[in-house]
Structure formats: C-alpha cells, structure tokens
C-alpha cells in the first residue's frame, strides 16, 4: 500500500505582513464657543463651523461623532477611522482627532417658530391640512365638487426618496374643474385666508419665510396659457384678483419654470429657467418675502438630493404691497388654464413639508 502525503513549503513573500498606510486625519472648528436657539440652528451652525480632513482615507472609512454634555453647554466632536479600517491606516497624529465647542442657550432671541404642515399618512388628509392652515374653516380649494366619484383630489402616501409620507395633489384634464365656478380652468389648492390664524397672513413691514418641497413627475405637462404651483396674493383693495407672485410652469420650446411678479395689475417674467432641470426630482423651496412699499425678495430652490441650486432671484428693493390691501396669503397646487387642454395630461404633484415662519 503506498500512501502518499502532499505537503506545501512555507513561502515566505505570502507570509509578509501588510503595513499599514500612514496618513494623517483631523478635525478643527472656527469657532470656540456658539450661541444657538434651537436644535435645528444648533447643528446647522456646527455644520458650518467644523471642519475634517480625512488624509488619504476616504469618507466612507471615518467615524465622526458630535458628544454633548448634559445640559448642552459643550460638544466634544471627534473623528477616528472606522473599527474595520484600523488597521488598514496609521494614524500620524493623533493629537488633533478632536475639537471641544462651548455653547450657550440664546435665550433673550429664540429661533422664531414656524407652522408646519407635513403629511401624517393616508387618511383624513383634509382635516390635517384645515388643522394647520384654518381650524375650523376650509382652506381647500379642490375640484371634488364635479368629480365627486373619485374623491378627494388630495391625499398623502409614503415616499421612499425622502422616507416620509407626502401630499399629492391630483387633477384630471376631464372632469376636473375650478370649483364649480370656471370652467375653462381647473384649481387644486390649498391656502390661507381671512379664517386662518393672523401668524399664517403677512401684513406690511413684516418679514416671512415660506418653506416646502414639490416634485412634479417625469413626463410632466404644461399648458401655453397657465399652469401655477405657487401663488403669493393680496387680499382686499382692487388689485386683489392678480397675484403678487407666481410660480408657473409653461409649456414652449423648451418648457419653463417662470417667477411672474406684478407691481399692481400687469404680470412679468422676473426669473426662468428650463423646466426640464426640475422635473423628477424632489425641489425645495424657500421664500423670503418682505412686505412693504419698501419691500424685498428672494427665492431659492434646490435638489432635495444633493442641495444643487437650480434657481434663484432677489431683490432689495421691490414694491410688496398694494393699497387697501388687507395681507397677503400663500397658495400651493396645481392651478392650470383648460383652454388648450391638449396640451395637458392627468398629473399627480407631490408636496412635503409647508412651513411659515414670521422673522420680524
């Protein structure tokens, strides 16, 4: 009987240890101490002030951490390499793998708060949205009226993108209309009004910030005529009947996205841009308005997913209020002419996160 053993020799070049890659890591801070109001300005301002080197390590590979004392008077923020990478890097120095931040509470000027409106889940979505914008009263303008078989023309579902539920807001080129009341256009809206809480209407010298987030879906269709998102009217005097702002998409060669403003009762193109840029992706906006005769504006919106700016426009000096007016209220939807209804298409606009925060 043979028995023939196989044996393999050491060798000793798979045998070598791989060293580890020197690089060095770091944190520092521009400021030492940060005065702040409330949570969310907390992290945005230690966002803005720390700072990290990652050497020739990637992102991915580093583990950074905020630690607040107790009564959040001081944050130590670190940053190492992650458990799995310790010994793939060296690091070369240590010594500044932290930074200590001392905080204070402003509590003479708080953060002013907002009124937000999010969705909650499916399921009397209307009684949310009257909730927030006028308790009690209706601040919905939907076509449910002439198209009462299908519902109501707002409802709220979960969003993967954004791992939250949304407002969807839809319309349908037949049989939705405006209300009942016109019929060669069709509204799905919601607003404030004279019923809402008098923090949710500007009046004259003061400063508003309007926050929310929309996506219109691939594919979507404007008309040549009108089809608006967002509207900032006065409420009261003659001037009433034309919004002082507008957020309008409008179908050409290419599609845009237009910023109408109207001094007194003659709109104008103030900003553009192709719509084709804002089309299924989720959008934030934010709008700072103050009103006055002295007034002044800016808007921004950018992608949800990596915070590109794909609009802009401001003014320091701009006319923000009417004679006679009462205030000025917001409005969000879908609000579009049916004089060239073949243009259009049945559209489901997504909404997330209405806020209002007066700042002065």
């Not at 034309?242 to 309008?248: A, D, K, V």
Request: proline share 4%.
């Amino acid at each position: 009987m043979f028995v023939i053993i196989l044996s393999s020799c050491n060798n000793n070049e798979n045998d070598e240890t791989i060293e580890p890659v020197t690089t060095d890591i770091s944190i520092s801070s521009s400021e030492s101490l940060i005065s702040w109001g409330d949570a969310a300005d907390l992290m945005q301002k230690l966002e803005n002030a720390i700072s990290y080197n990652y050497g020739i390590a990637l992102e991915s590979e580093i583990e950074k951490q905020l630690s607040f004392n107790a009564d959040t008077t001081q944050v130590i923020a670190t940053i190492a390499f992650k458990i799995e990478n310790q010994s793939v890097y060296n690091d070369s120095n240590s010594t500044n793998n932290s930074v200590t931040i001392a905080l204070v509470k402003d509590i003479e000027n708080p953060i002013p708060q907002g009124v937000v409106l999010s969705a909650d889940g499916p399921g009397n979505t209307y009684d949310l949205i009257t909730s927030v914008l006028a308790p009690g009263y209706d601040p919905i303008e939907a076509p449910d009226c002439n198209h009462p078989e299908f519902g109501d023309h707002i409802d709220e579902l979960f969003d993967n993108e954004l791992n939250k539920n949304v407002f969807r807001f839809y319309m349908h080129t037949s049989p939705d209309n405006d209300r009942c009341i016109n019929f060669d256009r069709q509204r799905n809206e919601i607003k404030t009004y004279d019923q809402s809480p008098d923090n949710l209407l500007g009046i004259e010298n003061e400063k508003v910030v309007y926050k929310w987030k929309f996506k219109l879906k691939a594919g979507f269709q404007s008309s040549t005529n009108f089809t608006h998102l967002h509207q900032l009217k006065s409420v009261g005097g003659s001037l009433a009947s034309m919004p002082m702002y507008t957020l309008s998409a409008k179908k050409g060669s290419p599609d845009k996205l237009q910023l109408r403003y109207a001094e007194t009762d003659t709109q104008i193109n103030v900003a553009e841009a192709n719509l084709a840029a804002f089309i299924d992706s989720w959008l934030e906006v934010t709008e700072t308005i103050k009103y006055g005769t002295s007034g002044t504006y800016d808007i921004e919106i950018k992608k949800v997913s990596d915070g590109t700016v794909l609009f802009t426009y401001s003014n320091a000096s701009i006319i923000n209020w009417r004679a006679d007016a009462s205030f000025v209220r917001p409005k969000w939807g879908i609000y579009r002419s049916l004089i060239n209804a073949q243009d259009l298409r049945d559209e489901e606009v997504l909404f997330a996160d209405f806020s209002i925060t007066e700042i002065e």
